[in-house]
């Protein structure tokens, strides 16, 4: 286990620790959490996958290597035995089972934050076929209803499971303007972004064939990218229409990442119809906004809701329609110009809270 030590964390028991056998601790929602509770003054560890030193800020982070789905078995079983801190938040539905039995045998307070719907989300990973997709979705139900009897059930969005709960808390998938850097001036040169997980069920392919076909823009696509596409990915970027134009810098820190969206043109997410994404509002549509980018997505129902309630971004149904967007924005930067503004000013008037707080403040009275 890599640890990193912080002032913040001290070097005893922590008062809050926030467990993920499968998040990589440069997760945003992660940092999001994390960055409250260290506003509350909470001790705070954090127990992940990757490079520590990518974890948050004033938490005291240690992280193991992600290796396989034995080893995330191996970690969902012990994780919340080694937990020392008065309050357990979980990230991931596999841990809710033995942190259930954790908190109740240890007497700690338990957190679980469920922030998508994990059934449906199986239905977009590869490997959840067979009887691995069997045991995931058996794990899944089985950690839904224990979660239900946590000391705080923290959901994403109203429509997420459980729907009833001992004590439930949406806390939306809103952005932490601490993260996020100012809008600002355009670089010389179009740009689009994108920030999150690549697959293609996330866009990822209909991004590039979007920019492939709009000449003079570039792409940005900051996030890890999906072993089962990382070959087709690979392939796809060697044809010339996008050679020298698309920027790969993997997975980066929040804040980090979104330094990249400095002098960028305009957001994309491009996410398609699937039942785990048909219901789900992207964090990116509302951190896009925050940083005065234009932004393009697809057609589905709460993101068209977005476009119509802020006038700042454009509905596309393919490829060859983003890429006829990104050439008349670039020909036409005055129209650019009246999507950010739109933008910032939604931002401006929406975006002056943040549920994180209110979690924080929960949890700091569990704590106590």
């Not at 931002?347 to 569990?366: I, Q, R």
Request: proline content about 6%.
């Amino acid at each position: 286990m890599t640890p990193r030590g912080s002032d913040g964390a001290g070097n005893g028991r922590a008062d809050v620790v926030v467990l993920s056998s499968g998040h990589d601790v440069a997760d945003a929602r992660l940092h999001k959490i994390s960055g409250a509770l260290c506003r509350q003054g909470l001790r705070v560890d954090v127990c992940g996958l990757g490079d520590a030193t990518a974890g948050p800020a004033g938490a005291r982070v240690r992280t193991r290597a992600r290796g396989g789905l034995a080893s995330r078995a191996w970690r969902a079983l012990t994780l919340p035995w080694r937990a020392r801190g008065s309050v357990l938040i979980t990230l991931d539905p596999d841990l809710v089972p033995m942190a259930t039995l954790a908190a109740r045998f240890r007497r700690r307070r338990l957190v679980v934050d469920v922030h998508e719907d994990y059934l449906r989300l199986l239905s977009d990973r590869t490997w959840a076929r067979g009887a691995a997709g069997a045991v995931a979705s058996g794990v899944v139900r089985l950690s839904n209803r224990l979660a239900a009897k946590a000391d705080l059930t923290v959901v994403a969005d109203g429509h997420i499971p459980p729907r009833e709960a001992r004590r439930r808390l949406v806390v939306e998938n809103m952005p932490d303007l601490g993260l996020l850097p100012a809008p600002g001036p355009r670089d010389a040169t179009p740009r689009a972004i994108y920030i999150g997980d690549l697959r293609a069920s996330r866009g990822l392919f209909d991004m590039l064939d979007a920019v492939a076909a709009a000449p003079g823009w570039r792409l940005d696509l900051i996030g890890p990218v999906a072993a089962a596409d990382s070959d087709a990915l690979r392939e796809r970027l060697q044809r010339d229409d996008l050679a020298g134009r698309v920027d790969l810098p993997g997975r980066l820190p929040p804040a980090e990442a979104w330094r990249r969206a400095e002098g960028a043109w305009a957001g994309l997410v491009f996410l398609r119809e699937t039942p785990a994404f048909r219901e789900a509002i992207p964090t990116k549509l509302y951190e896009y906004l925050a940083t005065g980018l234009p932004f393009l997505t697809t057609r589905l129902p709460r993101q068209v809701e977005m476009v119509e309630l802020t006038g700042a971004g454009v509905v596309i149904d393919d490829p060859a329609d983003a890429a006829d967007v990104l050439r008349r924005w670039a020909d036409d930067t005055a129209l650019l110009d009246d999507y950010r503004k739109r933008a910032i000013a939604w931002a401006d008037s929406h975006l002056e809270t943040s549920p994180y707080d209110t979690l924080a403040g929960a949890v700091a009275g569990l704590a106590r």
